[in-house]
């Protein structure tokens, strides 16, 4: 079975200083790891995703995240947030399980608020 | 290009009485999921369909939830009766095909209050 943790429920930070959002997960099978950004009464939006090759990832609205297979993490950053960058935001993961079915199903973590103050 | 279609937005209902929600996928797009979202959590599928048929419905509660997409488009989510722990988000969210290189679109969902 595939799970997600986010170790963060809330991040509050200042405009301009740089943010970092951690996630775990654990799989017994292939992983591929992702990450959404969800605004107020909106649905989810795809910020990245990690399949395989580089273990750096860049996405949307400059935010990059880094694979680390012996730490099983997958942590989002971003060198230098702005307001609009509040919002919730999901790390999931998603893979065959060992059966070689749910490919497709997204697995996803609790969530990260992060808020961005001036 | 058109997004994912949910209807309705919002949904107040008492416990025990049914309700029904709507999604259209984009255009073209094989594969289908009904997600829950709790306050709180991130969100759980509920079901997914490839094309008109179902590909996963382990985690739906299917005492009470039921959803089909008979023509392999527009698919409908179906709960009765409803329980106050059914107050969630329902998302709906579509792509070409299953594969992870493939993004899933999601709807803004609808929001169920059941009280």
């Known amino acids: 079975a595939q799970s997600v943790t986010q170790l963060d429920s809330q991040v509050p930070v200042f405009e301009e200083a740089p943010v970092e959002l951690r996630c775990n997960y654990s799989s017994s099978v292939s992983v591929y790891l992702f990450w959404y950004v969800q605004y107020p009464n909106q649905g989810l939006q795809l910020l990245l995703k990690?399949?395989?090759?580089?273990?750096l990832v860049k996405g949307i609205n400059g935010f990059e995240a880094e694979f680390n297979k012996s730490q099983t993490s997958f942590h989002l950053r971003k060198p230098s947030v702005h307001i609009s960058d509040t919002a919730e935001y999901f790390c999931?993961?998603?893979?065959?399980?060992?059966?070689?079915?749910?490919?497709?199903?997204?697995?996803f973590g609790q969530g990260t608020i992060l808020t961005v103050h001036p | 290009e058109a997004g994912v279609a949910q209807s309705p937005r919002y949904k107040i209902i008492e416990k025990r009485q049914s309700v029904a929600f709507w999604c259209n996928p984009i255009s073209g797009h094989a594969t289908l999921y009904w997600y829950q979202q709790i306050l709180g959590q991130g969100p759980k599928l509920l079901i997914q369909?490839?094309?008109?048929?179902?590909?996963?419905d382990s985690q739906l509660p299917k005492d009470r939830f039921s959803a089909e997409r008979l023509k392999g488009v527009d698919s409908t989510l179906k709960i009765q009766p409803a329980k106050l722990e059914d107050s969630a988000v329902y998302l709906c969210?579509?792509?070409?095909?299953?594969?992870?290189?493939?993004?899933?679109?999601f709807g803004q969902g609808t929001r169920l209050t059941v009280v």
């Open positions: 369909f490839q094309n008109n048929g179902v590909v996963d």
């Open positions: 999931a993961v998603s893979g065959r399980n060992a059966g070689g079915t749910s490919y497709g199903k997204l697995t």
């Open positions: 969210a579509s792509s070409l095909d299953p594969s992870p290189n493939t993004e899933a679109f």
């Open positions: 990690y399949l395989s090759g580089s273990t």
